[in-house]
T-cell receptor, first 114, second 115 residues
Framework: DAMVIQNPRYQVTQFGKPVTLSCSQT?????MYWYQQKSSQAPKLLFH???????NEADTPDNFQSRRPNTSFCFLDIRSPGLGDAAMYLC?????????????FGSGTQLSVL | AQKITQTQPGMFVQEKEAVTLDCTYD???????LFWYKQPSSGEMIFLIY??????QNATEGRYSLNFQKARKSANLVISASQLGDSAMYFC????????????FGTGTSLTVIP
């Protein structure tokens, strides 16, 4: 089945230790997104790629970076994780940028910062 | 101002009964889409139903229907014949034409189905 896959499901890192979360998709969608979701809150968009074009949200901290080496893969790098970065990180895709285009989500990576 | 408002943090419903989850939205864009997602405890966001701003009919997908009242800017989700597996967080979301890729999510409603 075509899908969005996130690895790992759970990630534990230490305060200040760089960590990378990965996402892959077999849907061949143009757009890939990274969302941060803290407990009992709505998902918050960090950034997205339309093809190779990177789009950062204005309030996304510089600590968060992303790479999309090809259509299928997208990575979220947290350069120096703080305790406040502990959250669920959701990767999502959509075919195009149209109002009718739904997001397809992965299962998420739950990040803990010790 | 909040783009999407979900005023029910938690809801309970008896198994096999219908339940309505409320959602109101705020936009001045005439072109927009409204979505509902389900998020079980496993974490994955599952798409349920979509309603376009120009759609004349209320959207339906199996046991899910969207009660779209454009003048009131509401897009309530109706789940008929609730099942135990419906217990989850439910998020209402909107995508505006002018905002491109931004999905605006509400804060969610936690639904618990009681046997």
């Amino acid at each position: 089945d075509a899908m969005v896959i996130q690895n790992p499901r759970y990630q534990v890192t230490q305060f200040g230790k760089p960590v990378t979360l990965s996402c892959s998709q077999t849907l061949n969608h143009n757009v890939m997104y990274w969302y941060q979701q803290k407990s009992s809150q709505a998902p918050k968009l960090l950034f997205h790629y339309y093809d190779k074009d990177f789009n950062n949200e204005a309030d996304t901290p510089d600590n968060f970076q992303s790479r999309r080496p090809n259509t299928s893969f997208c990575f979220l790098d947290i350069r120096s994780p703080g305790l406040g970065d502990a959250a669920m990180y959701l990767c999502a895709t959509s075919r195009e940028v149209r109002i009718s285009e739904k997001l397809f989500f992965g299962s998420g990576t739950q990040l803990s910062v010790l | 101002a909040q783009k999407i408002t979900q005023t029910q943090p938690g809801m309970f419903v008896q198994e096999k009964e219908a339940v309505t989850l409320d959602c109101t939205y705020d936009t001045s864009d005439p072109s927009y889409g409204l979505f509902w997602y389900k998020q079980p405890s496993s974490g994955e966001m599952i798409f349920l139903i979509y309603q376009g701003s120009y759609d004349q009919q209320n959207a339906t997908e199996g046991r899910y229907s969207l009660n779209f009242q454009k003048a009131r800017k509401s897009a309530n989700l109706v789940i008929s014949a609730s099942q135990l597996g419906d217990s989850a967080m439910y998020f209402c979301a909107m995508r505006e034409k002018k905002s491109g890729n931004q999905f605006y999510f509400g804060t969610g409603t936690s639904l618990t189905v009681i046997p």
